[in-house]
């Protein structure tokens, strides 16, 4: 079956620092990708995706590459600011049926 | 409405009593989705809606959850004789079409705790 696994949390930066978030999945087929992100008292919004291989989802200065030689899709950002301090759920569909979730990574970021 | 709404937010009820979570999906999304997060663990899927039909429930726990859609619109999830392992929140989605074609919106969930 489908599964996602992401690194826990919580990962704990200053601001305009660095960030990955390591996410690897396995699945049959070709699935899409995705990251959710969860921000404090909200529900999830869609992040960003990646469709097939190679791709490169972005956005709000977030990245992730579809890795299928490692079956992986990290989440980057050069610098965090404190407002990107939610929680991160890597997710990948292989049909157009259901979404299936990691865990979750809680990101904290201090001034 | 602009958003998935879900109600109620919070719902606190007794070991052993039924309870019924609403979920009214963004207008015009024919696909409907709930999931369950325990504290602590990710997103579990329960089932999914294509119109009022549901093609795939084979996420649900048990025989005592059960889930129908009317008109398309309106999801109600219900949970018969909770146990103290219910607890959790329970989150709804939709999308116009599937998730593997178009974004999923998801409503704020409702906290339920059984006590």
């Known amino acids: 079956g489908n599964s996602v696994t992401q690194m826990e949390g919580p990962v704990t930066l200053s601001e305009e620092a660095f960030l990955t978030i390591n996410c690897t999945y396995t699945?049959?087929?070709?699935?899409?990708l995705f990251w959710y992100v969860q921000y404090p008292g909200e529900g999830l919004q869609l992040l960003l995706k990646?469709?097939?291989?190679?791709d490169k989802g972005s956005n709000k200065g977030f990245e992730a590459t579809y890795r299928k030689e490692t079956t992986s899709f990290h989440l980057e950002k050069g610098s965090v600011q404190v407002s990107d301090s939610a929680v991160y759920f890597c997710?990948?569909?292989?049909?157009?049926?259901?979404?299936?979730f990691g865990k979750g990574t809680m990101l904290l970021v201090s001034p | 409405g602009a958003g998935v709404s879900q109600s109620p937010s919070n719902k606190v009820t007794e070991k052993g009593k039924d309870v019924e979570l609403r979920c009214d999906p963004i207008?015009?999304?024919?696909?409907l989705y709930w999931y369950r997060q325990r504290l602590g663990q990710g997103l579990e899927f329960l089932i999914y809606?294509?119109?009022?039909?549901?093609?795939?429930k084979s996420g649900l726990p048990s025989d005592r959850f059960s889930a129908e859609r009317t008109g398309e619109s309106v999801s109600t999830l219900t949970i018969q004789r909770t146990q103290q392992e219910d607890s959790a929140v329970y989150l709804c989605?939709?999308?116009?079409?599937?998730?593997?074609?178009?974004?999923?919106?998801f409503g704020q969930g409702t906290r339920l705790t059984v006590v």
């Open positions: 989605a939709s999308s116009l079409l599937g998730v593997g074609n178009t974004e999923a919106f």
């Open positions: 699945a049959t087929g070709y699935p899409s």
């Open positions: 990646a469709t097939k291989a190679d």
């Open positions: 997710a990948l569909s292989s049909g157009y049926s259901t979404l299936t």
């Open positions: 207008s015009g999304h024919t696909a």
């Open positions: 809606f294509q119109g009022n039909s549901a093609p795939d």
